[in-house]
């Protein structure tokens, strides 16, 4: 906080009030303790941390208007997300009405039933404030007539009621926008980890087995906690949750996370067996809590400071998504709430995803995460042909550098030391990662060049040495053609424990979806049968061989005419019909199939945890210091 001429703290406030739910708006008061004596420039993010694209947030103010001592202050649009108010004398008062009906983690969803705002949408910010106090007041709806509504943000408290309307406060700006708020009649569940009061608020019809929620959840953050080391860099977390019929994704933040999932992704009462469904959505919650540690504080320097007007570039998003999804799933294996086989089974979805774009000889991981903000996160028709996945890829380079760490030090460094030292570096400097720190923290933990191992990795589209990395961890991994067209791979074991080697089928080399009269083409993969055929995102195709086709049955209508060459294809292109000719070629061996090869390396790998809570494992992490 700053001292301003007169004597009084600088700060600024924000009254947030839902004044009609049904039409999705929301006004807020901003009060400027002390505008700028030459007109007080205000702003609002242009995106959110964590969402590498241009969201112009701004777009969603309806109205605007700015008083000073009740006379009016001209207002004047600077740019798309900038307003200069006049110069004035006193506190500057903004009155601005937001609408609100975005269904996402990324924005705010404002209904009769709750509202979900991030600060990003809603508290414009003012120039030469960014570290001055930030408060805000948040007022019962009106609607809300029964009292059944409250709050839930990991802001600082400070007078509030028992539902927790009243004032909050932040520090500074950039601690304000990372505190998203819920409003509604949610549920809530507690749970401690590691001596650290956690909540998991659901907003949204839900009925499920909440002891195995709050159970399995204590597990994950007591591991992750206890990985980087206690204490947790957290006084308290929120995982802040909308149960919809359909959507998926979170977003992080310092103290909490933003959570949309389905009802099937929540454990069901009663029953034992853990759903694919569920496990996605541990998946997803340890991956956002270990963000906690790994782009929350420790980040890339682009993002020191925050520059929310426009891109903020950076090659390190393989860094911070891919050690972040490598680790999701690993963590719930360690853990015991995943086995072996399913684990392996998520893994040989990854290394499909991967080999079946061609992006990935494309695009190098790195110049995906610099251009994540007009590529991976504005993803076409043609994206498996011109974007690799800085998640997925990220994720398999984690899974070479950890092979890679060990092979380098007799099994003496691993990838969570790496996590651990760039941890530990963080605690002491708080400086943001340079470009290429990964590489070099990674080649003095295990005081070797690894120049060779990361040029290929990072900047180059050379395959990765998966297999030899599976190996290091005893697993075999072939590649095989794919069984139908939503065969991604698994471990397909017969009762020997060996891996089925299956024929090729032929394949349309196209992603499609059902539509009236036939199948829509969504993408066209490169080199393949349907390219060949000369069919474009877009066509519908109506007939194969002169027989109508459905989305089910395109797979056994190629399989049953396997001994041909090729088959006719008929198709509408802007409602004009074509004919050409589908060749019939065998499916790519871009399937992964996974088996154990030896148990015991494996093992070793996947209950790698001994060192985890113990202080000797981490004072005895080389100590790098940026
Ligand atoms: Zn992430």
């Known amino acids: 906080m700053s001292l301003c001429a007169e004597g009084y703290f600088l700060s600024v406030q924000y009254t947030v009030s839902i004044v009609d739910a049904a039409a999705h708006l929301v006004d807020v008061l901003m009060q400027v303790s002390d505008p700028h004596p030459d007109g007080q420039i205000l ?357 070479c550098m950890d092979a890679e760490l060990r092979s380098r030090s007799d099994s003496d460094v691993t990838l969570d030391d790496l996590m651990r030292a760039m941890w530990e570096n963080w605690q002491a400097t708080q400086a943001g990662l340079e470009e290429q720190e990964p590489q070099r923290i990674a080649s003095q933990l295990v005081k070797a060049d690894l120049t060779e191992f990361f040029d290929p990795v990072l900047y180059s589209t050379d395959e990765l040495p998966v297999n030899d990395a599976l190996k290091q961890f005893g697993i075999d991994l072939q590649w095989s053609p794919r069984l139908s067209s939503s065969d991604m791979g698994g471990t397909r074991a017969d009762d020997h424990g060996e891996a089925k080697a299956l024929p090729a089928a032929p394949w349309l080399g196209a992603t499609i979806v059902d539509a009236s009269g036939g199948v829509k083409v969504m993408q066209v993969m490169r080199g393949g049968p349907a390219e060949q055929a000369g069919l474009s995102a877009g066509d519908l195709v109506v007939a194969i061989n002169r027989l109508s086709v459905s989305k089910a049955d395109v797979d056994h209508h190629l399989a049953r005419y396997a001994t041909c060459t090729e088959l006719p294809v008929h198709y509408f292109r802007l409602g004009q019909l074509f004919e050409s000719q589908l060749p019939l070629l065998p499916a790519p061996a871009d399937t992964a199939v996974l088996s154990v090869a030896q148990s015991e390396k494996l093992q070793t790998w996947l209950t790698d945890s001994a060192r985890v809570g113990s202080n000797e494992g981490v004072s005895g992490t080389p100590a790098i210091i940026s």
């Open 43 to 399: 702003r609002l993010p242009n995106w959110i941390p964590g969402s590498y694209m241009i969201r112009d947030f701004s777009r969603n103010i309806v109205s605007i208007s700015a008083s000073c001592q009740g006379a009016e202050v001209a207002l004047e649009k600077v740019d798309k997300s900038t307003w200069r108010a006049a110069s004035c004398k006193g506190e500057l008062q903004l009155s601005y009405r937001v609408y609100a009906w975005d269904l996402s983690v990324r924005a705010a969803h404002v209904d009769q039933t709750h509202a979900f705002v991030n600060g990003t949408s809603v508290f414009l910010s003012a120039e030469g404030f960014a570290d001055e106090k930030h408060d805000v007041v948040l007022h019962r709806p009106q609607h809300d007539v029964n009292n059944l509504f409250r709050v839930s943000t990991t802001l600082t408290a400070g007078t509030v009621d028992s539902a927790g309307y009243g004032v909050y406060s932040a520090e500074n700006y950039d601690e304000l926008i990372d505190h998203p708020i819920e409003q509604g009649n949610f549920k809530q569940l507690k749970f401690d980890a590691c001596g650290v009061p956690h909540e998991v608020v659901l907003t949204g019809a839900c009925h499920f087995d909440e002891d195995r929620l709050i159970q399995d959840l204590k597990t994950i953050c007591e591991y992750e906690i206890r990985f980087f080391g206690e204490p947790a860099p957290v006084d308290r977390y929120v995982f802040m949750v909308m149960v919809v019929d359909a959507g998926y994704g979170g977003l992080e933040h310092r103290a909490s996370t933003a959570l949309m999932i389905t009802r099937e992704n929540l454990p069901v009462i009663g029953q034992s067996e853990v759903s694919d469904k569920y496990l996605d959505f541990l998946g997803l919650c340890s991956h956002e809590y270990f963000h906690t540690w790994n782009v929350k504080r420790i980040k890339p320097a682009a993002f020191v400071p925050l520059n929310l007007a426009a891109e903020s570039y950076t090659e390190l998003l393989w860094f911070f998504e891919g050690m972040t999804s490598y680790y999701d799933d690993l963590v719930l294996v360690r853990t015991g709430l995943m086995d072996e086989k399913r684990y392996l089974g998520v893994l040989s979805k990854t290394l499909t995803r991967i080999q079946r774009g061609s992006g990935r000889l494309t695009q190098t991981v790195t110049d995906s995460s610099f251009d994540a903000w007009n590529k991976f996160y504005k993803q076409d028709e043609n994206a498996p042909n011109a974007i690799v996945s800085y998640y997925a890829k990220g994720a398999l380079i984690a899974l």
